[in-house]
């Protein structure tokens, strides 16, 4: 019922930039928090940052200033600017979505099908 594409992952070397990209379609009622999440080899899924309809935004500690969230709502879309990345930024990003699907009164998380962004020199 309701699609996440996401696109812009890649290879960057340390200290490198890349911008992550996601938009959502399908049929969408109302789509709350909008956000990002990242799962390395061996460790669980973890946030990296999110923002709401109404532009608040969280971000995870590691963060530290380096990303940025920001989101389009006539586009259903959001994104993720990736600044100074490290090696252990590499990782699958995935993007969460939390919809109220039409016909429906309650909320439903889904996700993306992930997007690889690696780290290395």
């Known amino acids: 019922q309701v699609q996440l594409v996401e696109s812009g992952g890649g290879l960057v070397q340390p200290g490198g930039s890349l911008r992550l990209s996601c938009a959502a379609s399908?049929?969408?009622?109302?789509?709350?928090?909008m956000g990002w999440y990242r799962q390395a080899p061996g460790k669980q899924r973890e946030l990296v940052a999110t923002?709401?309809?109404?532009?608040?935004?969280n971000y995870a500690d590691f963060v530290q200033g380096r990303f940025t969230i920001s989101r389009d709502n006539a586009k259903n879309s959001v994104y993720l600017q990736m600044n100074s990345l490290k090696p252990e930024d590499t990782a699958v990003y995935y993007c969460?979505?939390?919809?109220?699907?039409?016909?429906?009164?309650?909320?439903?998380?889904?996700w993306g099908q992930g997007t690889q962004v690696t780290v290395s020199s």
């Open positions: 969460n979505a939390k919809v109220v699907v039409a016909g429906r009164l309650y909320e439903t998380d889904y």
């Open positions: 399908g049929s969408i009622l109302r789509l709350n928090a």
């Open positions: 923002g709401t309809r109404g532009g608040t935004t």
